[in-house]
């Protein structure tokens, strides 16, 4: 058992009222006066001790009723849930020292599964934990999966394969600390649309084709044994709600992360992964949105790129006067590939240090040693082959420096798009999270020197992490939290965006560095350089 | 498909609010301005039509919904339980001609399963059927059943039994009408507390032992598919709350049946099977008993009984003067045996032809045609060896007619000591309600010959049939029917018969015939006579 990190709820304005509690019930033994079953006598103990109007006790627990109070001289640890008064009993045990009561949250992105396991009681994390999806052996992305579920036993494939990822990471994480998945009593998943249609062995076809719409948008009362999840089979399964195909419960956890619920000023979030997600608004509305935007910060596209992970350049400098060029690995690896952030922080110092220009161009004379011509055009060197990982150089070509000009270029026009349909400008905006784990390891500085994210005060700028599994985290413990994953469902108004002239001349305008309008980023030259 | 035999519910003072419902549900159509997901569109529908503030969907229906969607062309079946504002969808099909909502009662009896399929919105019984509880071949009677789940896999096994026996009920009656077993989208199910334990899966060896309690009293929230039951896998199943040990859901629901919430004077209720179940109250208040009474009248203590079915003596007369007999047997076949309520028929014509005497000696002199000697002392032919099915005589010996009149005057004991728990005396009693196969066939006037039941008129005597079958058909289409289950539950209190000496006392006066108080039998000789 390991001590956990505690969580203030109290400092994030959040009551603790964890999604099971528990209780030590002493239980009214049977004698020959009074004909109550076993089962009426443990509700009626719960109902006292919890103050609880009604009590539902599972068939499942009702049959090892006798038992469990027979060996336990009728005192026992019953773990529960609770709302409005009424209750539902997840276990039942005799009183021992080790009745913790533990949760796990659990974030399906469709590269990596991100757990966390929680004390309820006792508000904190025990542990985190990672491991990737395997539907990548299926599809790369998100759509090639979604299409992938649509051929005969494709569903199937994806939903098995998942979830015994979800059972082997519980499994996993249960192991490292000692404890048994049965103790786990309460569980909060997140992913996008898709990824939450597989967890429910929903078809997503629905979701790719005209119009567009998911079979299921609230999952509700869900039990670990519905699911095939292996933790205690009673456990209650919150599964955060979409909002249509594009807006997912993961983005819906993480606007909890933010806080939204708390804010009177406007505020944004943007979630960069294969797509950008971008949410816009304050306690009374809120305004999502998402479009492509972002593969090439995902490792998918550049042939340097990769994931975050060991070996992968995270930070890169450039020497603005010499041009020399100093970079830091995951884990102080050999360089194997450059990660989302690294990519942004490389575009940006070459960008400052002239060895891009503002359209995006090499500028390096032929022959320079950091210049090499491709079967692309020429490249940028960032790491000469005797430096690197693989005995390979690590290029930027000019090829890929399009991408990313058109991938920065899409995020900052959704941003644009976004506040324009409420006619708001940038500087209006309070806070800027930053969410997922490139913003995590994003300097927004370099996002906003090379025109992706907008130019307002960097203090502004908040990261989040991973503000999905953080979000479950807090709706696992407080019924608050629960309360503001259905405010903000409810409130969501998701923004289709239309690609007509009028955003596509804002997304040419976008395709500079770091704008045509210079003087929508006054601080670019002047704070950075 | 059959034609329902109608049931007035209006006559009975209920409502028509089925336990499950149907609509048909116009969904509106996805499109490209509204991504609201497809579950939501038939929960919404469902929310309009219906009236209801919250319709859950479960994740089985959610899985097959976008098929059922495209094939209905949007326009679909819908099958729902609706309570207090809140609904749970429990089938959805494309509209078609054969949208027939079935339920199904079964009466779990110790000796016969009885099975009733109902229409449950145009009220009406479409068929009956009968079978016999497998589990007979681990035990007679319950008590040895309960034993005999109390070793390794006995409960498995009488569980697995019984339950097969139901779904191959189910399925023959659900054949005979042509209908599929998926139809059935509701179910209710009675039985004394031991079989309740046993469909449930639970252990009833706490009923058997100090201090004799059930696991569980008042089950709750049952789907079908959580008990193997095979008819639609969401069809609520409302198995009937037992009060104690010896008082068990049949009881509650025959108690439905005869609309004890509604009379304002007092009323009896017996049923008679192992034991005599005793039920006094009206509408404020209610009082149960049970005792062992009713072995003789099973047809398993005297060697000629047997169970009502084929070829059993149903009634006998014997001609006052002559000594003549003559009997009925169900189905016009040569006689086999006799069942109870021959036997009550039998025992109050000898008596009141001075066959018997008031001690329940037979008066027959030595050598009359209708005397033998056996082994056992006098006994009474019946029916001559030549007449009978097996080609023995179907006696009555001195010892059996000793044991029958221990059962009647248990009978009347127990009715005694519960009128007395109230201070209460029989013409008071307004109604007399007879339930079971016993009450069907009996003759009351009989039992009163005999002393069993008491001398008040005749007209107060009412049969109730199997009682608990019929009050589990109205379970099925009624709410105020399933509301009084509850308050029949709560209101009642269960009177401990405790075998004192005031006790012994009436029983040993209540062992001749009628009684050594012939004036508590007026009419005994005068009318009937």
């Not at 992970?309 to 194997?336: C, H």
């Not at 991973?466 to 903000?488: H, W, Y």
């Amino acid at each position: 058992m390991t001590v956990a990190e505690e969580i203030n709820l109290d400092q994030l304005g959040l009551d603790h009222s964890p999604l099971v509690r528990s209780s030590v019930l002493t239980v009214d033994p049977p004698n020959l006066k009074d004909n109550t079953g076993l089962a009426e006598r443990l509700i009626q103990a719960l109902k006292e001790t919890a103050g609880l109007e009604n009590v539902k006790l599972p068939l499942s627990l009702a049959r090892g009723l006798k038992e469990v109070l027979h060996h336990s001289d009728f005192k026992v640890w019953a773990a529960y849930q609770a709302e409005g008064g009424q209750g539902r009993l997840i276990d039942v045990r005799p009183v021992s020292n080790s009745d913790r009561l533990y949760g796990l949250a659990v974030d399906i992105g469709s590269t990596t599964l991100s757990f966390a396991l929680v004390d309820l009681e006792h508000p904190g994390v025990i542990g985190e934990a990672s491991s990737l999806n395997p539907q990548i052996e299926y599809g790369e992305d998100i759509l090639t999966r979604a299409r992938f579920a649509d051929q005969p036993e494709g569903l199937d494939t994806l939903s098995v394969v998942l979830w015994q990822a979800i059972n082997e990471g519980a499994a996993q994480i249960c192991a490292e600390h000692k404890i048994e998945t049965g103790r786990i009593l309460a569980a909060a998943l997140a992913g996008n649309t898709v990824m939450t249609h597989l967890l429910l062995g929903l078809s997503p076809s629905t979701l790719i084709r005209e119009p567009y719409v998911p079979v299921l948008n609230r999952p509700a009362d869900l039990k670990a044994i519905d699911l095939g999840f292996d933790i205690a089979p009673l456990a209650p399964v919150a599964i955060m709600p979409n909002k249509g195909s594009y807006f997912g419960g993961d983005l819906v956890a993480g606007l909890v992360t933010a806080g939204f619920n708390r804010f009177e000023e406007p505020c944004l979030m943007v979630d960069v992964g294969t797509n950008a997600e971008v949410v816009l608004g304050q306690k009374d509305w809120l305004i999502g949105a998402a479009g492509a935007a972002g593969p090439a910060l995902e490792g998918g596209v550049t042939r340097m790129g990769m994931v975050a992970g060991p070996g992968a350049i995270d930070q890169v400098r450039v020497e603005r006067d010499t041009g020399e060029l100093f970079y830091q690995t995951m884990g102080g690896l050999p360089p194997r590939g450059i990660c989302g952030s690294g990519l942004i922080d490389l575009f940006a110092e070459l960008f400052l240090s002239d060895i891009i220009d503002f359209r995006g161009k090499l500028t390096l004379d032929k022959g320079h040693t950091r210049r090499v011509e491709t079967d692309e055009g020429p490249a940028f060197v960032v790491v000469p082959g005797k430096e690197a990982a693989g005995g390979e150089p690590i290029l930027l070509s000019d090829v890929e420096i399009d991408i990313l000009m058109r991938s920065k270029a899409a995020m900052y026009t959704i941003l644009e798009t976004i506040l324009k349909s409420v006619e708001l400008s940038f500087d209006q905006i309070d806070r800027f999270f930053v969410a997922g784990t490139f913003g995590q390891y994003i300097d927004p500085r370099m996002a906003v020197a090379v025109g992706m994210l907008p130019d307002i005060p960097i203090q502004r700028y908040v990261s989040l992490g991973n503000s999905a599994l953080n979000g479950l985290i807090l709706i696992l413990f407080s019924s608050q939290a629960r309360a503001e994953v259905l405010d903000i469902w409810r409130r969501l108004t998701y923004l289709e965006l239309n690609m007509n002239q009028d955003f596509m001349n804002r997304f040419s305008a976008a395709r500079f560095i770091p704008h045509t309008h210079r003087e929508f980023f006054p601080s670019v030259g002047t704070i950075i350089k």
